[in-house]
């Protein structure tokens, strides 16, 4: 099957590329936002194949990811919009899709939290829950430290919850890993906080599960990858309550919590218990295999494609 889609969320299409498919990438001279090509940081196989948008032949089924790009997807082949992002706008519990109420699309969450906030009136909707290529990396939490990983937390703010990287921080020392992370030791508050930007992502799972804990401190997100990767790697997580993160990490892989008090305890315990972070964090992987593996999202991912594309037929 020939597969139209654009490189826009990294770590979510590296896993959609490992299937059994030819997936067709737009580039562009610049490799900006609408030409970015293959992947740089990320392993894609050799079926991904970057070409100018207008070469794209024999397109049997897109993916789109932003609403602008339906204009550019041709007429009759069979679009499935892929809803990355929690309602961001407005009145969120009345949040309208800007593609709710069509019938030439199918709208594909990736997590049900999506699927409950966000109204699609008559669109068809379907999820299909995150998967992703098992992270090499082990944990070994041997360094009394914390981890993040989340992109522009400078930008985002209290999006990101970066408001509350301060308070971890007096715990353990805190080492950010993301894009747009610098800038983070220089804001007041931020002692203690150490900024790695953009590296490798091989580079970066290594010196995360070195880390004693994995802190995921954001407030209204769909569902991080970083956190289902830390998972993967044995990393006990601490995390807020809200959104996906209740139904992805159990209480015995990891602390959920929406008084920050008791994630700062809990961060604690686990910097002084080794033992008890690596019962969590075995647990954690355990969880996150099974729920989040490669396999069952590609097969998902493969049954869904099929039933699209015999539907236009």
């Known amino acids: 099957m020939n597969i139209l889609l654009w490189h826009v969320h990294g770590s979510w299409t590296t896993s959609f590329v490992q299937g059994k498919h030819r997936y067709l990438v737009p580039v562009n001279p610049a490799r900006d936002e609408w030409g970015r090509g293959r992947a740089r940081t990320f392993d894609w ?137 610098t800038g983070l030791e220089g804001m007041a508050g931020l002692e203690g906080v150490t900024a790695f930007d953009d590296p490798p992502q091989h580079v970066m799972h290594t010196e995360v599960a070195r880390r004693r804990a994995y802190l995921h401190l954001c407030r209204w997100t769909s569902l991080g990858l970083s956190l289902i990767e830390a998972m993967q790697m044995g990393m006990p997580v601490v995390a807020l309550a809200t959104t996906e993160a209740v139904a992805a990490v159990p209480p015995d892989a990891g602390v959920l919590a929406t008084r920050v008090d008791t994630l700062v305890e809990a961060a604690q315990w686990l910097i002084d218990e080794p033992d008890a972070a690596a019962r969590m964090g075995e647990r954690a992987r355990q969880v996150a295999l099974a729920k989040y593996g490669l396999d069952r999202f590609l097969a998902d991912w493969d049954r869904l494609l099929e039933e699209e594309t015999c539907a236009s037929r």
């Open 45 to 181: 196989p050799d079926t991904v194949e970057e070409l100018p948008l207008e070469e794209i032949r024999d397109i049997d089924v897109a993916i789109a990811q932003r609403p602008e790009e339906l204009d550019l997807i041709p007429p009759h082949v069979p679009v499935i919009y892929v809803e990355h992002n929690t309602p961001k706008d407005g009145n969120v519990p009345d949040s309208r899709h800007p593609l709710a109420d069509r019938d030439d699309l199918l709208i594909a969450h990736v997590t049900d939290f999506n699927d409950l906030f966000w109204d699609t009136g008559a669109t068809r909707t379907t999820v299909i829950d995150h998967g992703i290529v098992e992270p090499k990396a082990r944990w070994t939490g041997e360094l009394e430290r914390l981890a993040i990983v989340t992109n522009d937390p400078v930008r985002r703010g209290r999006v990101t919850g970066t408001d509350l990287f301060g308070r971890f921080a007096t715990v353990a020392p805190l080492d950010v890993f993301g894009m747009g992370v």
